[in-house]
């Protein structure tokens, strides 16, 4: 061990550590917590880390368990430490079993051990009795995890080319489907009310691009805007929960909304709600047919192009194209726009997810740059956000 690494490293999380507590920046409580996680692992032993991540799934294991025998409900509203007996009474199971069980999840931060077979819950396990954070644990265990254990096999199959068909990756390898990954999910009703629920999950919380992103300066304000241009166009939109939002922060914003979705989504989210915040719907396959919506201001996507490899995105891009008015349309995309280098370890866990489930792929700002530019499309820039490495990437048709 390097112990002036050590010492060093010290330092630096105690200084990041201070300038998080004095400003409460999000970045700065990132990179505290990464420069702490930097010491941690600087001071384990090299042949202990490799245990570690050999063995760490059993902690997801035993957090599913715990979940299954419903210990976390037992434990969340505790006050005062919950006993052995009580926490073996809720399912019921053996008592040597839980014990062991909690053990792991205790030692991960999921529940506090206060003395021998008693119990208190921390935050974790408060998390582990809401909806969101149970179906992250089981759409993770129960769909992903069986094809993440494929993808070495999956890889070596098809002599490690990067995957970039949807209907030929790791969940088809895994599964032996004939079908994309979101048909596949869709067809079991219970896999995709999970896995809807842990992407909701997973963007809970995340602030609203038109809390940060300068929307007046950079969209608002243009002399052709009229009541009938199309404002935005919100492409592969789900529900339209970014809309709403937009409408509620720029109520008296000149132009349509205008949510674009596949028929079978178009069906289920028409109704009043919609009509209460005006906005407009369109059916629209953006693989199959050029954009129906011409001249907007903003073609908006939301998590959309990261389900696309390069090669599909391009067949987006270029079906969109002829929509857009020159000087005039956006192209809006709310993604990850990863660093060139030292990308954070969460936006690459998932881009190895969703290169398992769909071949899609997360960007760096020299990925996104290349794949914009192949199709005569241009960053105009990208705007980061405090907190993670989400952002949003501004872009238009390429100068002629
Ligand atoms: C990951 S969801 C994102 C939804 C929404 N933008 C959000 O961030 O919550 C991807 C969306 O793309 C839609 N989609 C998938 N294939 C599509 C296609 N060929 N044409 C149009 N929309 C599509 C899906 O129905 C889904 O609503």
Redesign the pocket.
Known sequence: MDIEQVRNLLKETQATVDLYLSTGNDDARIDAQEKAEQLARTLERPKDAVLKLAYSPTILTAVKAAHDMNLFEVLANATSPVTLSELVAAKPADPLLVERILRLVVANGFAKQTAPREYLPTSLSKEMTKQGPVATIESMFIEMLPALNKVPEYLQKTNYRNPDDPMATVIQHTYDVKTDG?TWLSQNPAAFARFNSF?GAQ?AGRPHWGDWFPVEERILTHPALSSQTPLIV?????RG??LMGFKTRFPHATGRLIL???SR?IEEVNGPELETFEIETVV?????EAQPISGARVYY????LH?WSDEQAAIIFKNLKPAMKRGFSKIIMEEYILPDTNARSLPCMTDLSVMMFCAGLERTRQRWTELLESVGLQVVKFWMREGDELGVVEAALAEE
Not at 234 to 238: C, Y
Not at 284 to 288: M, Q, S
Not at 301 to 304: A, E, I, L, P, R
């Open positions: 979101f992407m963007r919100d492409i592969g939109a789900g929960h970014d674009e979705d596949l989504v629209h396959d953006f693989f199959a996507f939301k998590n959309v389900d």
